[in-house]
């Protein structure tokens, strides 16, 4: 570390001589401690030379007492967080002032990544991966249904990716038919994604499966089909549910139909009440993907095949606040079905 730093007694002249011999654009300023008070750039020194600062006044005079630092506990979404909202190139890593390491900006993959509270740093997500997929045979007949490929990944992972845009996600995978394919899939990935499976013996439904990790979570999570992906920003929909104080989120799409008929409404048993010419319609329909407390999951019975609407209908009856989180017709995207895929195939080829 000693390249980063010069001694608050130097000059502007030898902190710039420093810029110069570590390449790096900057250096920090220590006490006689050896703690760091003080950031100095290029940048400074030619605003300095600009503004007519003699390079013999003590460096502090044009340094940055301000500068940006994270201790040595620092979360990496933390950091990429730093990076995303400044302009910084290199974040100091501090421990009691003292210097102990260097991130640099080109060193965090920063693509497709967005600024996200502290708050919801870590978030757990469940994926229902256990279905055979027969509305799309007879490729299922193959693969399991996560690993149908979308574009270079597979569905499951064009899932997974879009959660880690916004969390540092633990996902929990249910898995049963074909568990093991998917799971020698995924080994390939174990350096980028944090996994833990749920062992399906039996078929236990949308959310029977859910009652095995009871006691692992602590906070809200996401639940996930592994056939959908909402293109929406997920920190919102769990800042949301956590303001509203739900127990249940349902993330819902806006779907518009446009009947191609004239519809007949009657009355009095078969008398024309009036000709409807092409009506269109437009509903809220559940897109596959939940926010969920951990307490509501005592209410799951085990070893039970049980629904999703099982559970919601048991959380309104005990008193559970149940919402719902609408997102555009254009942000849902389902590959459950040879049409639906065709389809959403085209729309991630369009988004990317």
């Known amino acids: ?33 050896e703690k760091v008070i003080g950031l100095l750039t290029d940048g400074d020194f030619r605003r300095a030379i600009l503004s007519g600062i003699s390079l ?23 950091i990429i967080n730093i990076f995303l909202q400044s ?21 965090f993959n920063l693509s497709g990544k967005v600024v996200l509270p502290a ?9 229902m991966a256990g279905g055979k997929g027969t509305r ?44 093991n394919l998917i799971k020698a899939y995924l080994e390939e990935y174990a350096d980028l994604y944090k996994v833990s499976y749920i062992m399906e013996d039996s078929p236990l439904g949308t959310a029977g499966a859910l ?18 992906l909402i293109k929406a920003n997920y920190a919102d929909i769990y800042r949301n549910h956590i303001e509203k104080k739900n127990d249940f989120t349902i993330i819902s799409s806006m779907i518009h139909y446009k009947i191609p008929y004239g519809v007949c409404e009657i009355e009095n048993g078969g008398e024309l009440r009036r000709l409807v010419e092409k009506p269109e319609y437009d509903f809220l329909v559940n897109a ?28 309104k009856k005990d008193g559970g606040r149940v919402g719902v989180f609408p997102v555009s017709e254009n942000s ?5 079905q040879w049409k639906e895929y065709g389809n959403m195939l085209d729309a991630i080829t369009r988004i990317s």
């Not at 390249?3 to 790096?24: F, L, M, P, V």
């Not at 013999?56 to 933390?78: G, H, P």
């Not at 939940?290 to 070893?303: A, G, Q, T």
């Not at 849902?332 to 459950?336: K, M, P, R, T």
């Open 1 to 33: 570390m000693t390249k980063y730093k010069i001694s608050s007694s130097n000059n502007i002249r030898d902190a710039i001589k420093q810029i110069d011999n570590n390449g790096e654009g900057f250096v920090l300023i220590v006490d006689d401690s």
């Open 56 to 78: 013999a006044e003590n460096c502090l005079k044009i340094a940055n007492r301000k500068f940006i630092s994270v201790d040595k506990n620092v979360s990496e979404r933390e």
């Open 87 to 107: 302009k910084i190139d290199h974040l100091p890593v501090l421990e009691d002032g003292l210097l102990i390491e260097i991130l640099q900006r080109k060193n």
């Open 119 to 127: 708050t919801f740093e870590d978030v757990s997500i469940v994926i």
């Open 136 to 179: 799309m045979k007879p490729f299922t007949n193959i693969l399991p249904k996560p690993l149908i490929p979308v574009g270079n990944k597979s569905m499951l992972e064009v899932i997974m990716v879009e959660y880690q845009r916004y969390f540092n996600c633990s996902f929990f995978i249910s898995v049963n038919y074909k568990a």
């Open 211 to 228: 009652k095995y990790i009871k006691g692992e979570i602590d906070k809200p999570f996401f639940v996930s089909n592994c056939d959908i």
């Open 288 to 315: 596959g993907m939940y926010i969920v407390n951990p307490e509501v999951l005592s209410l799951i019975p085990d070893n039970t095949f049980y629904n999703i609407t099982d559970l919601i209908d048991a959380i």
């Open 332 to 336: 849902y995207h389902d590959s459950g």
